[in-house]
């Protein structure tokens, strides 16, 4: 069982990594498509990282250690989180299986290293985008607790893999008004927590809004190399982690080559559906004011917890 | 009709009357807050309608179809010709307690209308009577957009969610309302719209503005 769930791991965090920076540069062309620029393709975020790996790390005056240790602290959360979440199987460590709460607090294992990266030099945008990526962390981790609790509780157990095997055997579950409550929300919270639109525009530099870029603007070469290729691992494994609850289909439930071909394949037609359809609502969105950013969320809360009251309803009819 | 299919349309359309009251109390837009109130109408036709095809009964059909007529068509109708002829930008300024609050109000509420439900719970299995705390926590929704909000048009709002819960809560619990009980509150319902709206006609007039919270002084 463990051999198995350590390749698995594996083939999850190398089909990510070569995934995820494909992701981000498919939805910078989608958006660039449908706003009638020519766009880069979507090979350019594999250059972007061969550059910065190429360049020498330049540290900014008076940074201590933390500047050093947080893209490594990020891309290693990162890491962590694609080899944790059920993308291309559902076969899981016995003592570690991927719980709910490992998954959520190694996520904002990531979340606290980069916002302790833009407070470490001490700018001015720094510390403003890194206290913003906090308030809006705070904000959201509730709602993704709450929601996949939700998908949970008629699973009885808390375990993403359960959750995911048991929507696969059975399919009318997936379209149940509590799932679809729940997806919604977290599908919200997806979204603020990878900072795109509406939350954050992550096309923007040098405005008095960002907050993603405003956190990396001191960093360079192999560090922000690393941090950027964490945040778009985030983003890649937590719109896999969504796309796999909305449409579980072609999931590995047994480890074999074929599955695992199968599996990685629906991962890409899943992944690249999500990315596209994402990018294309971005289009049509504009950013929402910082201080409208709560009330988006307490939305979403609202209706993460309807969800949990709802399957409760569901579980006693 | 099966069992199954019967629960899953229960919940349907109890999820949705939840939705939409939810969405109500979010959104300050009254337009948009006024097509909410006809899809929650729409959800509440269809409820009873539900329950009548299960039961078998005619005139809950006939009442299904009263609740179509009434809360998708004409109170809509009747608020957002009202809206429209108040201008086209029609929204909730100050509430008294802010978006998010009351959002965070509205999760609370329904834990609270599962807790006041639970001694209507052991009525039986039924999934209609599992639903009843749907009816409860609209109930409690308008309670909150009617204590909360400041405009005449959103209190209206409020005042028609309250009555659509007390109408959820009666048609899963009494299995429906003898027709002649069920016409009267409808005409009762509209009548209150109706003289509401000219109240606030005339508010408007003579203060230029619909917000209740300039009655609380006395004048000359």
Not at chain 1, 21 to 39: F, T, Y
Not at chain 1, 219 to 224: H, M, V, Y
Not at chain 1, 261 to 280: D, M, N, Q, R
Request: with cysteine; aromatic share 4%.
């Amino acid at each position: 069982m463990n051999a198995e769930a350590a390749v698995l791991a594996l083939a999850q965090v190398v089909a990510m990594v070569s995934l995820s920076p494909l992701l981000v540069g498919m939805m910078r062309q989608v958006r660039a498509r449908l706003e009638g620029r020519a766009g880069a393709g979507a090979l350019q975020p594999w250059r972007d990282l061969r550059k910065l790996l190429a360049k020498e790390t330049l540290q900014a005056a008076g940074t201590s250690w933390v500047s050093v240790a947080g893209p490594t602290v990020l891309i290693v959360s990162s890491l962590l989180v694609c080899a944790m979440t059920p993308l291309l199987g559902t076969v899981t460590f016995t003592s570690v299986p991927d719980d709910l709460f490992v998954v959520v607090s190694v996520l904002l294992i990531g979340t606290v290293a980069v916002a302790l990266v833009g407070l470490d030099a001490g700018t001015a945008f720094g510390g403003m985008g890194s206290s913003r990526h906090m308030t809006i962390a705070a904000l959201v981790e509730p709602t993704v607790l709450v929601s996949v609790y939700a998908l949970s509780i008629p699973v009885g157990s808390s375990v993403l893999s359960q959750i995911v095997a048991a929507r696969l055997d059975d399919p009318a579950s997936v379209a149940s008004p509590v799932s679809l409550l729940a997806l919604l929300a977290l599908a919200v919270a997806v979204v603020a927590e990878t900072g795109r639109l509406p939350v954050d525009n992550p096309n923007t530099h040098l405005e008095l809004t960002m907050v993603h870029e405003a956190m990396v603007l001191e960093s360079s070469g192999r560090d922000l190399a690393w941090l950027e290729l964490g945040s778009w691992l985030r983003l890649g494994a937590l719109l896999g982690l969504l796309s796999t609850l909305l449409m579980p289909w072609g999931i590995a439930t047994e480890l074999s080559a074929g599955g695992l071909l199968l599996a990685s394949g629906a991962l890409v037609a899943k992944i690249a559906i999500t990315g596209a359809l994402l990018a294309g609502v971005e289009v049509f969105l504009a950013k929402l004011r910082l201080f409208r950013i709560p009330e988006l969320l307490a939305g979403s809360f609202v209706l993460a917890f309807l969800a949990v009251t709802a399957s409760y309803l569901v579980v006693q009819a | 009709m099966s069992d199954s299919l019967y629960a899953q349309l229960v919940g349907l359309s109890g999820g949705v009357l939840l939705l939409s009251a939810v969405l109500i109390v979010w959104r300050r837009s009254i337009s948009a807050e006024v097509r909410l109130l006809a899809v929650q109408g729409g959800a509440l036709a269809g409820l009873v309608t539900v329950l009548g095809v299960n039961e078998g009964s005619t005139e809950l059909l006939v009442v299904a179809g009263l609740v179509l007529t009434l809360k998708v068509v004409v109170l809509p109708g009747l608020l957002s010709r009202a809206v429209a002829r108040h201008g086209a930008s029609l929204h909730e300024e100050t509430p008294l307690i802010n978006t998010t609050t009351s959002l965070i109000a509205l999760s609370l509420l329904t834990m609270l209308a599962f807790l006041v439900s639970r001694p209507l719970l052991v009525l039986g299995d039924d999934p209609a009577i599992a639903a009843v705390p749907i009816g409860i926590a609209l109930v409690l929704y308008g309670f909150l957009v009617l204590a909360t909000r400041r405009h005449a048009f959103s209190q209206l709002i409020g005042f028609l969610v309250l009555d659509n819960g007390i109408g959820t809560v009666a048609f899963l619990t009494a299995g429906g309302i003898p027709l002649v009980v069920e016409l009267g509150a409808s005409l009762d319902l509209l009548l209150v719209v109706l003289i509401l709206q000219v109240l606030t006609a005339r508010i408007r007039s003579e203060f230029g503005d619909a917000d209740l919270d300039d009655l609380t002084e006395l004048r000359d």
